[in-house]
C-alpha cells in the first residue's frame, strides 16, 4: 500500500513541475531550447532548435536561408526580411508563453533596404471569438533596439506588391497590448489573411502582456517576439490557432494548441486524488 501510494503521489508532483524551469521574456531563446544563428563563423547559418523543449503547447518550425533575401517562404517570396523561422506556446499554470523568431525587425528594416519589411500582429482564434496582441514596432531608420510592453503601437501601410510605405504610431494601441474583437487589415498579396489589428476599431483592451521585440544584439538576420500573459483574460474560451505573419503576408506560422484557458476537469481531478494520497501518506506515518 505504502508503494502503491508513493507511486500516485510522485506521478501528481511530476503533472505539477512539467516545467520544471521557467521563461525568462527577455528576448533570448536559450530557455526555449533554442540556439540562435549569431552570424559568426562559428554558426553563420541556421539556428540549432537540437535542445528544444519537449513541454510546449505547439510550435511550428521553419527554420531555412538565413542569409538570402529572394526565395520562396510560403504563401509568397520574400527572403530573410519576410521570413517566419519559429512560432512556440508554452503554458505553465495560467501563464501562457509564445515567442517568435523572425526576420522582421523593431525598426520596420533599415534605411539601406528602404524599409521594405514590416511586422504583423499576434491573431488568436478561440471559442469566444479572436483575440490579438499588438507586436508594435516603429518606422524606418529606428536604432533597433528593442522594445518593451507600452511603447507605441504601430499600423503599417503597405501596397500591393507587399512593400511597406508608411508608417503610424499609435498611443492607445501599446506594444503587448491585448484586445478582443478588433478589426483586422488584409494583406494585400492573395491569399490575401489578417495580419494588422485595424487601428483603435473599436475593439475591447482586456489586458497586456509582459512583453519584448528585440533586434538581437549578437545577430544580423534574426529579431525575436516574446511575451507572457494570464490566460485569465480569454474567459474560459478554448485557444484553437494562433497567427503571426509579416504585414504584406510573405509567410505565416501558425500553431493549433487546442486548449482550455481554465483547468481541465480531468487535471483537477488528478490533483485531488494526489492530495488524497499525502493525506493517506501522513496518516500512515
Not at 513541454?55 to 527554420?63: F, P, Q, S
Not at 536604432?143 to 518593451?148: D, F, K, Y
Request: glycine fraction near 14%.
Amino acid at each position: 500500500m505504502y508503494k502503491l501510494n508513493h507511486v500516485v503521489l510522485g506521478s501528481i508532483l511530476s503533472l505539477t513541475t512539467i516545467n520544471a524551469y521557467a521563461v525568462t521574456v527577455d528576448g533570448n531563446l536559450s530557455d526555449w531550447g533554442i540556439l540562435v544563428a549569431d552570424g559568426t563563423s562559428s554558426q553563420p547559418v541556421g539556428s540549432n532548435y537540437s535542445a528544444l523543449r519537449t513541454d510546449l503547447a505547439g510550435y511550428h518550425l521553419e527554420d531555412t536561408n538565413d542569409t538570402s533575401n529572394n526565395y520562396y517562404l510560403g504563401p509568397n517570396y520574400g527572403g530573410q526580411n519576410y521570413d517566419g523561422e519559429f512560432f512556440g506556446a508554452l503554458r505553465d499554470g495560467s501563464t501562457l508563453y509564445l515567442s517568435i523568431l523572425s526576420g522582421q525587425r523593431p525598426d520596420n528594416g533599415n534605411s539601406s533596404s528602404g524599409g521594405l519589411f514590416s511586422p504583423g500582429d499576434i491573431r488568436i482564434e478561440t471559442s469566444l471569438g479572436v483575440f490579438g496582441i499588438e507586436v508594435g514596432g516603429g518606422s524606418v531608420g529606428n536604432s533597433g533596439s528593442a522594445i518593451t510592453e507600452g511603447a507605441s503601437g504601430s499600423t503599417y501601410q503597405v501596397n500591393s506588391n507587399g512593400y511597406t510605405t508608411g508608417h503610424t504610431s499609435l498611443s492607445t494601441q501599446t506594444a503587448g497590448s491585448i484586445w478582443f474583437g478588433a478589426d483586422w487589415i488584409l494583406d494585400p498579396i492573395s491569399p490575401q489573411q489578417p495580419v494588422q489589428m485595424s487601428q483603435n476599431s473599436g475593439g475591447t483592451l482586456v489586458g497586456t502582456a509582459d512583453y519584448i521585440f528585440t533586434l538581437n544584439s549578437s545577430t544580423r538576420q534574426h529579431s525575436i517576439i516574446e511575451l507572457a500573459l494570464d490566460m485569465n483574460i480569454f474567459g474560459g474560451a478554448t485557444l484553437y490557432d494562433m497567427y503571426w505573419l509579416p504585414s504584406c503576408g510573405n509567410d505565416e506560422l501558425h500553431i493549433s494548441p487546442q486548449f482550455a484557458s481554465v483547468p481541465e476537469p480531468a487535471s483537477i481531478a488528478l490533483l485531488g486524488l494526489g492530495l488524497l494520497g499525502i493525506g493517506f501518506l501522513r496518516r500512515r506515518g
